[in-house]
C-alpha cells in the first residue's frame, strides 16, 4: 500500500513536503498580485484626425471606409467607434478573451490599411494610428503649483518635456496621455481687414509661412565628384525652422513693385501661446497638468503603479521651484488594503481551524499533524496558480481560506482513525496502528476527493466573463483539495507514526469535559438520524420544505456582476446642453467644486473640463472629475463611504443650474467600464438620423 512506504520511511514524506513548502514559498514572491482575475477583453484602438471637420463629416469620410474593412476581423467580440466634434475618430475593436494582443492589432492594422487610400487627403496627411489598448485606468497625476506661480500653460509643457516619455516606458504602461495638453505654439491673431485691404487672404498667410518655415537641407560644399585639389569641405547650416516671436513676425507675405515688402509683423500680431485650449485641468481648484495612466494589457496594477511612482519621485527632484506631484487616483490602493484583509482573514481562519482541531481531537500531537499538513497544501496550491498564469487576487486567496476548511478534514481522518485503531488494539505500535488505519480509510480518501472534484471542476469550464472569475476559484479549491488527499496519504500517516502515543485511561480535566460534550452530542444526533428514518417522509418533508425556501430567496435577492466597493475614489460626469462653451462648463465646475469641498470625506479634487470622459473626446460642453477621498482609517463612520456620499451629493448636483452633473463610483475592476453601473446602446439597424435616434433615446429615458 501507498501509506504503508511512507509510514516506514517518513523522511521521504517529510523531505517532499518541505520541498513542495519551498517551491510554493517562492511561487508566493514571484505571483503577481491583484483586485480580480484578468477578465478584461483585449482591445486594439484606430484613431485619427479630421482637421476643422464635424462629427458628420468624421462619420462619413472615416468611420464608414474603415468600419466596413474592420468589421469581420479574426476574434473579434464588437467594435465601437466614436466621431467627434472636434475632428477626432477613435474606433475600438474588442477582442475575445486569451487572444493575442499583438496578433489582433496586425490583424486590424491590414484591414486599416486596405481602407486608407479611401480616406481624405488631411486625414492621410495626419496619419492613421492602430495600437493594441487597455481601458483599465491605471491611475491619474496632477502636476500643480502650490502657489500657483506656474502657469497651465508652463506645466503643461513641462510634463511633455520631461515626465511624459519616462511615464509611458515604465513597463507595464500601455499609454499615458495629457487631459488637457496645451503645446507651445505660435499663434498669429490676423488683423482680417487689413488684410483684406491689401487684396490677401489667410491661405496666403498660411501658405507663406509653410514656405518659409522650413528645415531646409542646401547640400555641401566641396563635395566630390569635384577634383582632388579641393582641400575643404563644407556642410551648409542654414537657421532652419523659425522659434520666436520676432522670426515670425519678419516672415514675407508679398513683395510690391516699388521694392518694399508686406511681411507677417504688418498685418498680425503674434504670440506663443497653447496650441490648442478646448480643453482645461485643475487641481484643487488651481491650475494643474493632468496624466491618465492605462495599463498595458496583461501587466499587474500593484507593480506598474509602483513603477510610477518611483520615477515621479526620482524627477521631483529636478522640478522647478513651486512645483509638486500627487496620484490622484490609485485603484491599486484598494486592491492593497484588501488582499491585506484577505491575508488577515486567511491567519485568523487557520488559527481557528487549529483550535477547533484541538477542542475536537484533545491532544496536541494529534493536533500537530493537521497543523502540519495544512499549510503544505495551501501553499503548493500556488505552485500552479503560477504555472498556469493565474494571479493571487481576491478570489483566489477567498477561495484558499474556503480550502482549510475542507482541506483539513483529510488529515482529521487519518488522525482520529489512526487513535481508533490505537484504542482497539493496545498492543499495536503507532506504526503498525497507522498501517490497519490507512488500509481502511485510503479508498474512503480518494472517494472523497474525486467527490468534491466533481463539484468543483465543472464551475472551471463555464464561459464568458463570469467563468472566468470562477474559473480560478475553482481551481483553486481542485489544487488544494488534490493536494490535501496527496499529502493525506504521504504526510499525514508518516507524521501519525512518529507523532502519535497510545492513550492510557479516560482524559480529565476541561479536555476530558470536551470531549464528553462532544459525545453526548454525536449521540443525540445518532438517536435523531434513527428516529427520522423511522419516519422518513417527515424528513423527506423538511428537504422539500429547505429547498422551497432557498429557491424563495434566491428570487427575492438582489443579483449583480460584482459588489460596489468603497474604492477611495468617485467620479462626477458634467454635461451642458449642446453648443455650450467651455467658460459655461468651468462655471458649473467651480459650483460641483464647492459642493464637493464642503463634505468631510473629500481630499482632493481632479477636475478636466472639455473632455467628454465616456467617450474620450474633446467637447466644449463636458466636464469630468476625479474625487479623491481620505483614507480608509479617516472614514470609519458609514456616512463617509462612497455609497453615501454619492446618496447625498446626487439630490445636491441637480440643484445646480444649466448643467447636468452626475456622481458615479468607479467599476469595480479595473479597465471593465468607465464607471461603476452599466452601460446601455441603442442601435439604428436602419441607418437612420443620429438626431432621431437621440430623440427615441431621450424619450425612452424620460
Known amino acids: 500500500m501507498l501509506s504503508s512506504i511512507f509510514v516506514d520511511r517518513p523522511r521521504l514524506a517529510i523531505v517532499i513536503a518541505i520541498v513542495t513548502t519551498i517551491a510554493g514559498i517562492l511561487a508566493l514572491y514571484v505571483i503577481p498580485f491583484a483586485q480580480y482575475p484578468d477578465i478584461v477583453p483585449p482591445q486594439v484602438q484606430v484613431t485619427t484626425t479630421y482637421p476643422g471637420a464635424n462629427s458628420s463629416v468624421v462619420d462619413t469620410s472615416i468611420a464608414q471606409p474603415i468600419e466596413a474593412q474592420v468589421v469581420g476581423v479574426d476574434k473579434m467580440i464588437y467594435m465601437k467607434s466614436v466621431s467627434g466634434d472636434d475632428g477626432s475618430y477613435t474606433l475600438i475593436c474588442s477582442f475575445e478573451l486569451g487572444t493575442n494582443p499583438d496578433i489582433n492589432t496586425v490583424n486590424v492594422n491590414n484591414r486599416v490599411q486596405v481602407a486608407l487610400s479611401s480616406l481624405p487627403p488631411e486625414v492621410q496627411r495626419q496619419g492613421v494610428s492602430v495600437k493594441k489598448k487597455s481601458s483599465a485606468l491605471l491611475g491619474v497625476v496632477a502636476l500643480y503649483s502650490p502657489k500657483h506661480t506656474h502657469d497651465p500653460l508652463f506645466l503643461s509643457n513641462y510634463v511633455t518635456i520631461n515626465l511624459l516619455d519616462q511615464i509611458k516606458s515604465t513597463p507595464g504602461v500601455g499609454d499615458a496621455v495629457l487631459w488637457g495638453p496645451q503645446d507651445y505654439a505660435m499663434r498669429a491673431w490676423v488683423k482680417t481687414d487689413r488684410l483684406t485691404g491689401l487684396g490677401l487672404t489667410t491661405g496666403d498667410v498660411i501658405n507663406a509661412i509653410q514656405a518659409q518655415n522650413v528645415q531646409a537641407a542646401v547640400g555641401r560644399i566641396g563635395a566630390r565628384p569635384i577634383s582632388n585639389e579641393q582641400q575643404l569641405q563644407l556642410n551648409i547650416q542654414t537657421k532652419g525652422r523659425l522659434n520666436t516671436v520676432a522670426d515670425f513676425e519678419k516672415i514675407v507675405l508679398r513683395t510690391n513693385p516699388d521694392g518694399s515688402v508686406l511681411r507677417l509683423g504688418?498685418?498680425?500680431?503674434?504670440?506663443?501661446?497653447?496650441?490648442?485650449?478646448?480643453?482645461?485641468?485643475?487641481?484643487?481648484?488651481?491650475?494643474?497638468?493632468?496624466?491618465?495612466?492605462?495599463?498595458?494589457?496583461?501587466?499587474?496594477?500593484?507593480?506598474?503603479?509602483?513603477?510610477?511612482?518611483?520615477?515621479?519621485?526620482?524627477?521631483?527632484?529636478?522640478?522647478?521651484?513651486?512645483?509638486?506631484?500627487?496620484?490622484?487616483?490609485?485603484?491599486?490602493?484598494?486592491?492593497?488594503?484588501?488582499?491585506?484583509?484577505?491575508?488577515?482573514?486567511?491567519?485568523?481562519?487557520?488559527?481557528?481551524?487549529?483550535?477547533?482541531?484541538?477542542?475536537?481531537?484533545?491532544?496536541?500531537?494529534?493536533?500537530?499533524?493537521?497543523?502540519?499538513?495544512?499549510?503544505?497544501?495551501?501553499?503548493?496550491?500556488?505552485?500552479?496558480?503560477?504555472?498556469?498564469?493565474?494571479?493571487?487576487?481576491?478570489?483566489?486567496?477567498?477561495?484558499?481560506?474556503?480550502?482549510?476548511?475542507?482541506?483539513?478534514?483529510?488529515?482529521?481522518?487519518?488522525?482520529?482513525?489512526?487513535?481508533?485503531?490505537?484504542?482497539?488494539?493496545?498492543?499495536?505500535?503507532?506504526?503498525?496502528?497507522?498501517?490497519?488505519?490507512?488500509?481502511?480509510?485510503?479508498?474512503?480518501?480518494?472517494?472523497?476527493?474525486?467527490?468534491?472534484?466533481?463539484?468543483?471542476?465543472?464551475?472551471?469550464?463555464?464561459?464568458?466573463?463570469?467563468?472566468?472569475?470562477?474559473?480560478?476559484?475553482?481551481?483553486?479549491?481542485?489544487?488544494?483539495?488534490?493536494?490535501?488527499?496527496?499529502?493525506?496519504?504521504?504526510?499525514?500517516?508518516?507524521?501519525?507514526?512518529?507523532?502519535?502515543?497510545?492513550?492510557?485511561?479516560?482524559?480529565?480535566?476541561?479536555?476530558?469535559?470536551?470531549?464528553?460534550?462532544?459525545d453526548y452530542v454525536r449521540d443525540a444526533y445518532g438517536a435523531a438520524v434513527g428516529r427520522l428514518l423511522r419516519i422518513s417522509l417527515v424528513g423527506l418533508a423538511l428537504v422539500g420544505i429547505s429547498l422551497a425556501g432557498t429557491y424563495a430567496l434566491a428570487k427575492v435577492t438582489p443579483t449583480g456582476f460584482l459588489p460596489e466597493d468603497d474604492q477611495g475614489a468617485l467620479f462626477v460626469l458634467a454635461q451642458l446642453p449642446g453648443g455650450a462653451s467651455v467658460g459655461r462648463t468651468i462655471d458649473v465646475v467651480r459650483k460641483t467644486e464647492a459642493i464637493l469641498k464642503g463634505e468631510a470625506a473629500v481630499q482632493d479634487v481632479t477636475s478636466v473640463i472639455g473632455l467628454n470622459f465616456i467617450d474620450n473626446y474633446s467637447q466644449s460642453n463636458a466636464a469630468f472629475m476625479v474625487v479623491t477621498l481620505k483614507p480608509f482609517e479617516e472614514r470609519k463612520d458609514r456616512s463617509l463611504g462612497v455609497r453615501s456620499l454619492i446618496e447625498r451629493l446626487g439630490p445636491e448636483f441637480r440643484e445646480i443650474p444649466r448643467g447636468t452633473v452626475v456622481p458615479l463610483a468607479p467599476p469595480p475592476i479595473i479597465g471593465l467600464g468607465s464607471g461603476g453601473g452599466f452601460a446601455y446602446v441603442l442601435q439604428d439597424l436602419r441607418g437612420g438620423d443620429p438626431k432621431a435616434l437621440a430623440q427615441v433615446l431621450r424619450g425612452l429615458l424620460v
Open 266 to 518: 504688418d498685418v498680425a500680431r503674434l504670440e506663443l501661446g497653447a496650441a490648442n485650449l478646448d480643453r482645461d485641468t485643475l487641481f484643487n481648484g488651481g491650475p494643474a497638468a493632468v496624466v491618465a495612466i492605462y495599463q498595458s494589457p496583461v501587466a499587474n496594477a500593484i507593480t506598474t503603479l509602483k513603477s510610477v511612482r518611483a520615477k515621479l519621485e526620482t524627477a521631483a527632484k529636478r522640478f522647478p521651484a513651486d512645483m509638486a506631484w500627487k496620484v490622484t487616483y490609485d485603484p491599486t490602493q484598494f486592491v492593497t488594503d484588501t488582499i491585506h484583509e484577505v491575508r488577515k482573514t486567511l491567519i485568523e481562519a487557520f488559527i481557528l481551524v487549529v483550535l477547533v482541531v484541538y477542542l475536537f481531537l484533545g491532544s496536541v500531537r494529534a493536533t500537530l499533524i493537521p497543523t502540519l499538513a495544512v499549510p503544505v497544501s495551501l501553499i503548493g496550491t500556488f505552485i500552479v496558480l503560477l504555472a498556469i498564469g493565474y494571479s493571487a487576487n481576491t478570489v483566489s486567496l477567498l477561495a484558499i481560506v474556503l480550502a482549510i476548511g475542507i482541506v483539513v478534514d483529510d488529515a482529521i481522518v487519518v488522525v482520529e482513525n489512526v487513535e481508533r485503531v490505537m484504542e482497539e488494539h493496545p498492543e499495536l505500535s503507532p506504526a503498525e496502528a497507522t498501517k490497519r488505519a490507512m488500509a481502511e480509510i485510503t479508498a474512503p480518501i480518494i472517494a472523497i476527493t474525486l467527490v468534491l472534484l466533481s463539484v468543483f471542476v465543472p464551475v472551471a469550464f463555464i464561459p464568458g466573463i463570469s467563468g472566468e472569475l470562477f474559473r480560478q476559484f475553482a481551481v483553486t479549491i481542485a489544487v488544494s483539495m488534490l493536494l490535501s488527499a496527496i499529502n493525506a496519504l504521504t504526510l499525514s500517516p508518516a507524521l501519525c507514526g512518529i507523532l502519535l502515543k497510545p492513550h492510557h485511561g479516560p482524559r480529565r480535566g476541561p479536555i476530558g469535559a470536551a470531549m464528553r460534550a462532544i
